[in-house]
């Protein structure tokens, strides 16, 4: 098992720059994937980025590509998504997710069905 708990969410300025932060306790932290996903209100969920077990690799969205950029501590248990030049529709509930799946050097998980693990999702509203 593994217990995600998000923060740093909150109300930011369009422009502005916000990170949040993906804290994971239970197995071990070093061997999964974590992935970042945001769901707006009436939209599905979406696929903002993932980041391989070393932290060696990283996967963007297009949302997210240019913008955003995830990273993790594998001594801290915490991953983190930075981001900058934030816009109004950024506005969502921001989960992380976490999977021990592997398929490849190459593969990342992108879809909310490969994750086994979700955190409660933090609030992130960007004002215009």
């Known amino acids: 098992q593994v217990q995600l708990v998000e923060s740093g969410g909150g109300l930011v300025q369009a422009g502005g720059s916000l990170r949040i932060s993906c804290a994971a306790s239970?197995?071990?932290?070093?061997?999964?994937?974590m992935g970042w996903f945001r769901q707006a209100p009436g939209k599905e969920r979406e696929f903002v980025t993932a980041?391989?077990?070393?932290?060696?690799?990283?996967y963007y969205g297009n949302a997210a590509k240019g913008r955003f950029t995830i990273s993790r501590d594998n001594v801290k248990n915490t991953a983190y998504l930075q981001m900058n030049s934030l816009k109004p529709e950024d506005t969502a509930v921001y989960y992380c997710?976490?999977?021990?799946?592997?398929?490849?050097?190459?593969?990342?998980?992108?879809?909310?069905?490969?994750?086994?693990?979700w955190g409660q999702g933090t609030q992130v509203t960007v004002s215009s």
């Open positions: 239970g197995r071990t932290f070093s061997g999964c994937f």
């Open positions: 997710a976490a999977t021990f799946s592997s398929r490849g050097s190459r593969w990342y998980p992108t879809s909310a069905e490969e994750y086994e693990y």
């Open positions: 980041i391989s077990p070393s932290g060696s690799g990283t």
